[in-house]
């Protein structure tokens, strides 16, 4: 294993550790939800871009059903990984892990990791040790909060658990020391996550959240195929709607919420609040739509600079939707205009 895949390895190889207090399937609080279809997106990537988390599947595994989730480093790094996890009444275990760059093929674990529990306590610890091949992991965690108030770019959470961990990774005899906290926010899963120096006290990188979807059963997800976009070139929007339980009547609200403040609803673009369809829908199968061209927009130049937000919401018929309890299902995709 070469340097750089060392250096991917140990990456991902401290996901382990910090998932080692969380994500069980409390129904008080979920703080690593295991759904097809729920995705995560961070800024900054490793590459120039966002860091894309989502669940893409399932599989069998020697007889378990596992969820697999899909992490996507943007160019140029372009790392990606699978991690194949399942969850029970009493923990989170991971069973498979595949990288592009270090874990090709998929690896196996097995015995299967505990790498999550329920209900986190203040003050907790937790220790992990583990051999894969000739690599060497030892992890000690702690639960610094669990009501931790933080904003970042998908907003404001409150009722955070707060992981800290030091992790020893051995690879061929060559040790790596790791210091990170992570944020977990109840049924939504990670907002952020931060390196530290040795002392705690420099940041020498971190991840926050930018959006999220977290599907149920019923669920809708958006996307525009750049981050950043330029005058002349053209924004496309997609839209996929998912429901993997029964049919489910909904209204559909496409909105673009403009750096200066304006919401402007699709497919006029206006300030008038209206749903894109005029009577709600049934929607049954998944995916329901996939990938739908919302809207093609060029980029004039009157076209307002800044940071700006696809919001896409699914709400229960003839409720308002500006009111975050009626939402069936919730998706945001920033963009920016230079």
Known sequence: MNLKDQKRFIVWITVISIMMILGGVSEAANYYPLQVGNRWVYTPSYGDGTRVDTIVGTEDVNGTLTHVWKREESAPDNYHEKRWMASDDESVKLYKI???MAL??????NPPVTVGKRNPQLGE???????????HLKTDSYVESINDVISVPAGTFSNCVVLREMSETTINGVKDYRYEKTWYAPD??????????SNWETVYFSQELVSFSNAGA???????DQDVYEVGDTLKAFASIYNVEDCQMA??????GLSDGPFLFYPEFTETVKP??????????SPFASDYLLAELLIAGAFPKGNHVWYAVLVRPGTNVMDSKNWLSFDAAPFNVK
Request: charged share 15%; net charge negative.
């Open 251 to 256: 209204e559909i609200y496409i909105v673009v």
């Open 218 to 224: 019923l669920h809708i997800d958006i996307n525009t």
């Open 125 to 135: 610890t937790s220790h992990l040790e583990m051999e894969i091949g000739d690599i």
């Open 104 to 109: 090709t093929p998929a690896v196996l674990i």
């Open 188 to 197: 939504v899963g990670p907002i952020v996550y931060r390196r530290y120096s």
């Open 98 to 100: 595949w990288g592009n």
């Open 276 to 285: 894109v369809l005029a009577e709600p829908i049934n929607i049954c199968g």
